[in-house]
């Protein structure tokens, strides 16, 4: 557990500057009540210089900047977008949400989508991909990214566990046409829940804003009872002290991510002794965020029992393999549209992703790592491939 961590006196300082200045709880407006105090603002600013984008929008969620994106990028029904097999469901409910198909590619042995799906599921219907970094390890983008310029398909990033991951020295969320991130409490850094978007297009943004806040332009010639509208909308707008937690997470990002790729390290420098383990791919070039360590095992059965050995330690895993079904979308059979996109036969859609998926391990990686946590670990996932020789 990442930025959840580290919650302390920084987050709380910045909210108490809020208190100090006004109280405005509200990213808009109440000028002459709040002393020039504009969190969420000042977030959006400091996140963009962070990651060179020109604009940043703050949300409410990960899930809400997907839909943010796709209605800033005028997705409507008729359009395929495509996305992985491996992600979380908001992915895909998202694209639901903007009425737009969705269609699922195989993933590749970084676990995240494999290009050369992608390329044989293009259609030309197809209006956007949205690519994911899954548990913080980038996806083949150099290739990606080719496709989608050469087939004049938008690009988005869900780098809602690539916050501060890169490839070949450019930051994750920096790739695509729109980036999305997630805050929620399990995320690399967090607001409790919130979200942000990074748009390289003016147009772009200013769609991306309006819609977040039913269509308001916030033009600055009028008072907002006044404003000029060329769209409607939805309600995602980020609050004042999701801003203020933040502006203090946004600090500790660096930090974050080093210590978990150092703790990561340290742990597989154990299990890479173990015979029949191998860990999941990373494309070259790759500066993984390491949300979790993720490595293959030999069969399903072999991955559920590390899993019971990890619990016996007293540890756990992270999403595989207890939580594969919320995270692969060929057990999705609750998403009708996704049914139907999938000729009706999502268990059999994606076999190449499944074979991988189910025979992989996920550790979670901590920021603050107890002492003898690398042992334990190495001992129950010892036991468990060796389980046939006790
Ligand atoms: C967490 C997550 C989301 C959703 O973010 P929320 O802030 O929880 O709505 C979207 N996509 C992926 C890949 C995620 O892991």
Redo the contacts with the bound molecule.
């Keep these: 557990m990442p930025g959840n961590e580290l919650i302390g006196n920084e987050e709380l300082d910045e909210i108490s500057y809020i208190f100090k200045n006004g109280s405005v709880l509200y990213r808009y407006g109440f000028d002459n009540k709040r002393n020039n105090c504009f969190k969420v603002r000042e977030f959006e600013s400091q996140f963009s210089r962070y990651f060179s984008m020109k604009y940043a929008l703050g949300v409410t969620?990960?899930?809400?900047?997907?839909r943010v994106a796709l209605a800033a990028l005028g997705i409507k029904e008729g359009d395929e977008v495509i996305t992985q097999s491996f992600?979380?469901v908001?992915?895909v409910e998202a694209i639901i949400e903007s009425k737009a198909t969705p269609i699922c590619t195989e993933i590749d042995n970084t676990l995240n989508m494999d290009p050369i799906d992608l390329e044989k599921k293009i259609t030309s219907n197809t209006k956007a991909v949205i690519v994911?970094h899954?548990l913080g390890t980038p996806a083949n983008l150099e290739q990606i990214k080719e496709i989608c310029s050469r087939k004049k398909i938008y690009l988005i990033e869900?780098t809602?566990?690539g916050c501060g991951g890169s490839l070949q020295n450019k930051k994750l969320g920096t790739w695509g046409d729109i980036s999305?991130f997630?805050?929620?409490f399990?995320?690399t850094m967090t607001t409790g829940?919130?979200?942000m978007l990074l748009i390289k297009n003016k147009d772009v943004y200013k769609r991306a804003s309006a819609w977040h806040d039913h269509g308001h332009e916030n033009n600055p010639n009028f008072a907002r009872w006044e404003d000029t509208r060329s769209s409607s909308g939805f309600n995602f707008r980020m609050n004042e002290l999701q801003g203020a937690v933040g502006l203090a997470q946004l600090r500790k990002l660096d930090k974050i991510v080093n210590l978990q790729r150092s703790n990561s390290s340290y742990i597989w420098g154990k299990l890479k002794t173990i015979k029949n383990i191998q860990l999941r791919n990373a494309p070259k070039g790759s500066y993984e965020t390491c949300d979790a360590l993720i490595f293959l095992v030999p069969n399903k059965i072999t991955a559920h029992r590390c899993r019971e050995e990890i619990i016996n330690q007293g540890l756990t895993t992270k999403i595989l393999p207890e939580a594969y079904t919320w995270h692969f979308a060929g057990t999705w059979n609750h998403m009708s549209e996704l049914v139907r996109a999938s000729n009706n036969d999502l268990k059999n859609a994606f076999p190449k992703s499944q074979s991988l998926l189910e025979r992989a391990v996920a550790i979670p990686i901590n920021v603050e790592m107890e002492e003898g946590y690398a042992l334990k670990l190495y001992n129950a996932v010892n036991k468990a491939l060796h389980f046939n020789e006790s």
């Design positions: 969620s990960g899930t809400a900047a997907l992600t979380f908001a992915t994911v899954m869900d809602a566990w999305t997630s805050f929620d399990a995320k829940e919130g979200g």
